[in-house]
């Protein structure tokens, strides 16, 4: 079940900055995704399986970037803590210049988090750059107004990089699968995972992908204008409205799928606004 911390009543808390990675692969059967699970425990989407990110660091906004990344200078903070976050998270990073064995990320992750090493420092030694080119824009998702915690996340896609597998941090993270979209959303349907509204149309809108190149072609399609749901409540029913809802202020789809989450149970399930 995800956990949301709906109050109409509370003083609107700005969205903070946030960036998170789509990382898909190839396969025998069909295309597929790197998903982690969050931590129960964590404040936000505690238990919850997501793609790999988090919030914007002051950090990564600093000059000191420049000589290690290539390509994304419109918002190269934004995918350098996409990155940043996929490496702590998934022990994936986007590089261009040469590639990293997954040991050596795995490596890597631990010191930086013991503070033995620094990202900037490791690729300037080893002649690296943040391949922020790779990163393709997908989607805007904002966290609703009533929520407490609230962020203004970019959705990026990229392909698994050479000699990288992914795996979680057992801190954040406490398990991590590859497994094709359709796959994910049938555990979903089964209750075994749970999924926030904008991770299930994700894996929605990439449910019919066959490959990679295909799920690149649909970011460079995709709508980038911010998606915030609006909650409404009908007979007691909680439901998060999407762009496009006849009850959402903005009149225009900006994703494909159903209009609405709907809060049914202990999840929020997509379905088409009521008849009126």
């Not at 914007?56 to 290539?70: K, L, R």
């Not at 990320?105 to 690729?123: M, Q, S, T």
């Not at 590859?178 to 149309?201: K, M, S």
């Amino acid at each position: 079940m995800v956990k949301l911390d709906l109050d109409p009543a509370r003083e609107v808390v700005p969205p903070r900055d946030a960036a998170t990675i789509i990382v898909v692969r190839d396969a025998a059967d069909g295309m597929e995704v790197f998903c982690v699970e969050r931590h129960p425990k964590s404040g936000f989407l505690g238990g919850a399986v997501v793609f790999p990110g988090g919030k914007v660091d002051a950090g990564d906004a600093s000059d000191e970037w420049s000589t290690v990344v290539s390509g994304g200078e419109d918002d190269r903070a934004l995918r350098i803590a996409a990155c940043r976050e996929a490496l702590e998270e998934a022990a994936i990073l986007p590089l261009t210049g040469g590639s990293v064995t997954h040991d050596a990320l795995l490596d890597l992750r631990a010191r930086l988090a013991r503070k033995e090493a620094n990202l900037v420092a490791f690729l300037r030694d080893h002649a690296l750059r943040l391949d922020l080119g790779a990163l393709h824009p997908f989607a805007r998702w904002i966290t609703p107004v009533p929520e407490a915690r609230r962020y203004d996340t970019r959705f990026y896609l990229a392909t698994l990089p050479r000699d990288q597998s992914g795996a979680h941090d057992e801190h954040e993270t406490t398990s991590s699968f590859w497994a094709r979209p359709a796959d994910v959303l049938a555990r979903w349907e089964a209750g075994t995972v749970a999924l926030a509204p904008p991770t299930h149309r994700t894996l929605e809108v990439l449910a019919g992908v066959r490959t990679t190149a295909d799920a690149i072609a649909i970011a460079a399609g995709a709508c980038l204008d911010p998606i915030c749901p609006q909650v409404v409540t009908h007979d007691g029913t909680v439901a998060l409205v999407l762009p496009g809802d006849p009850e959402h202020d903005v009149r225009e789809s900006r994703v494909p799928g159903r209009s609405r989450y709907v809060l049914r149970g202990a999840k929020f399930v997509p379905e088409d606004a009521p008849a009126r």
